[in-house]
T-cell receptor, first 114, second 115 residues
């Protein structure tokens, strides 16, 4: 059982480049989330989705875009990478709202923008 | 707005010592859930416990125990007889009951257990 799979695990981008962080889950979860983790700052919510075709902004959405065309996939798009986006990105999923069910996290993607 | 505060940035103990990690939360909701996650040096997030706002019973799981006190808005985590493998960053998190609830995390406490 794969759970939540994120690709790539590591990436170095140049300022202004674009990329997509991939996230897939095989648990048929409705809810999916993207968090970023900066040193000493905990995890902050970027975007979330409550089902295919439905997405909403979290606490720090600027500079990012998401889409949810299927239940399984929730890619995160960086259009014009900036050094401030250097971070570790975590994708997560849950069957219901996180208040009711456990959220499962991917292994993370470490992104460096130079 | 919901908020989670973990005032201890880093704690160092020697193996077999007991250690308590503090967590204080803020929320206007009467229904909410509290969580603890562990992040070992390998980087993944490991779920430890979920507690709802109506259940103030303390929880014990092996060497781990949790003390939930609504009167002080705290959800503290104690590791008894700590081991080197307990070295990790520990996050406390809150999910409110209203709307599309998402997890709000504290900044984390780094625990270093020395042999």
């Amino acid at each position: 059982n794969a759970g939540v799979t994120q690709t790539p695990k590591f990436r170095i981008l140049k300022i202004g480049q674009s990329m997509t962080l991939q996230c897939a889950q095989d648990m048929n979860h409705n809810y999916m989330y993207w968090y970023r983790q900066d040193p000493g700052m905990g995890l902050k919510l970027i975007y979330y989705s409550v089902g295919a075709g439905i997405t909403d902004k979290g606490e720090v959405p600027n500079g990012y875009n998401v889409s949810r065309s299927t239940t399984e996939d929730f890619p995160l798009r960086l259009e014009l990478a900036a050094p401030s986006q250097t971070s570790v990105y975590f994708c997560a999923s849950s069957f219901g709202r996180t208040m009711n069910t456990e959220a499962f996290f991917g292994q993370g993607t470490r992104l460096t923008v130079v | 707005a919901q908020k989670v505060t973990q005032a201890q940035t880093e704690i160092s103990v020697v193996e077999k010592e007991d250690v308590t990690l503090d967590c204080v939360y803020e929320t206007r909701d009467t229904t909410y859930y509290l969580f603890w996650y562990k992040q070992p040096p390998s980087g993944e997030l490991v779920f430890l416990i979920r507690r709802n706002s109506f259940d103030e019973q303390n929880e014990i799981s092996g060497r781990y125990s949790w003390n939930f006190q609504k009167s002080t808005s705290s959800f503290n985590f104690t590791i008894t007889a700590s081991q080197v493998v307990d070295s990790a960053v520990y996050f406390c998190a809150l999910s409110e009951g209203s709307g599309y609830s998402t997890l709000t995390f504290g900044k984390g406490t780094m625990l270093l257990v020395s042999p």
